[in-house]
């Protein structure tokens, strides 16, 4: 059982319910701590990361197909599934390369299938589950961007917070049990896919910050 966050977007008020019930009809036997949020537009859609949007190709004056465009180029790991009426719009939504299309006229088996598809999609990512402020947090390993730790406080750090807990790097690196998160000096740890460049000395991560890197840490980076 894992947690997802989902987005449901299009501008049909009573569709948009009706997707939402059925939504939560199927997540409560594939998810745990699972999130829905809908909206009518894209005005608040990129305020925050979704790991799914169920997204309506033809949202009146908007284009869904430049929304998902949008959304990949700020979230790039995040999953697109387009829901439309009109079926031919299906052929210009493949440049986005969504992860499933569901058509309204068959919504019901075809949005059934969509989370079975996305059960076994998340059920092979990695999550590094916590207690954080009483509340069981399960972060997606994917959205670390690294860690730091001063005086045993512990810094984790993603695009969309930073979580803070009393606890050593070692204990940490036991804990995800990653290949993707290393160690490259005695306060930080990074995640290897958000680094975008190296040298002799420093990385660089996709936000912008450069981090130094230890020498007796180096041989972490050189296995990729």
Same mark, same amino acid.
């Given at each position: 059982?894992?947690?997802? #966050?989902?987005?449901?977007? +299009?501008?049909?008020? @009573? =569709?948009?319910?009706?997707?939402?019930?059925?939504?939560?009809?199927?997540?409560?036997?594939?998810?745990?701590?699972?999130? *829905?949020?809908?909206?009518? +537009?894209?005005?608040?859609?990129?305020?925050?990361?979704?790991? /799914?949007?169920?997204?309506?190709?033809?949202?009146?004056?908007? #284009?869904?197909?430049? %929304? &998902?465009?949008?959304?990949?180029?700020?979230?790039?790991?995040?999953?697109?599934?387009?829901?439309?009426?009109?079926?031919?719009?299906?052929?210009? &939504?493949?440049?986005?390369?969504?992860?499933?299309?569901?058509?309204?006229?068959?919504?019901?088996?075809?949005?059934?299938?969509?989370?079975?598809?996305?059960?076994?999609?998340?059920?092979?990512?990695?999550?590094?589950?916590?207690?954080? #402020?009483?509340?069981?947090?399960?972060?997606? /390993?994917?959205?670390?961007?690294?860690?730091?730790?001063?005086? $045993?406080?512990?810094?984790? /750090?993603?695009?969309?917070?930073? =979580?803070?807990?009393?606890?050593? *790097?070692?204990?940490?690196?036991?804990? *995800?049990?990653?290949?993707?998160?290393?160690?490259?000096?005695?306060? #930080?740890? @990074?995640? %290897?896919? $958000? *680094? %975008?460049?190296?040298?002799?000395?420093?990385?660089?991560?996709?936000?912008?910050?450069?981090?130094?890197?230890?020498?007796?840490?180096?041989?972490?980076?050189?296995?990729?």
């Amino acid at each position: 059982m894992i947690g997802m #966050n989902i987005a449901l977007i +299009d501008d049909d008020v @009573v =569709f948009l319910e009706r997707l939402k019930t059925l939504s939560n009809t199927y997540c409560k036997n594939l998810f745990k701590g699972y999130q *829905i949020d809908t909206f009518l +537009d894209e005005k608040k859609l990129y305020e925050k990361k979704y790991d /799914v949007y169920f997204l309506d190709i033809d949202l009146g004056t908007e #284009n869904g197909i430049e %929304i &998902a465009k949008c959304i990949k180029e700020i979230y790039a790991d995040s999953i697109i599934i387009f829901i439309s009426s009109k079926s031919y719009l299906i052929f210009n &939504a493949l440049k986005v390369q969504p992860f499933y299309f569901v058509r309204k006229s068959n919504v019901e088996e075809e949005l059934a299938y969509a989370f079975f598809l996305l059960k076994d999609c998340y059920m092979q990512k990695e999550y590094y589950s916590f207690k954080y #402020n009483y509340d069981d947090v399960n972060l997606l /390993v994917d959205d670390i961007l690294y860690v730091e730790v001063n005086d $045993h406080l512990l810094t984790i /750090v993603t695009k969309e917070k930073s =979580f803070y807990i009393y606890k050593t *790097i070692k204990e940490l690196l036991n804990e *995800i049990d990653s290949k993707n998160i290393v160690q490259i000096n005695r306060k #930080n740890c @990074v995640n %290897i896919n $958000h *680094i %975008i460049s190296e040298n002799k000395t420093t990385i660089k991560l996709d936000n912008g910050l450069i981090l130094k890197v230890g020498k007796m840490y180096k041989k972490n980076l050189k296995q990729f």
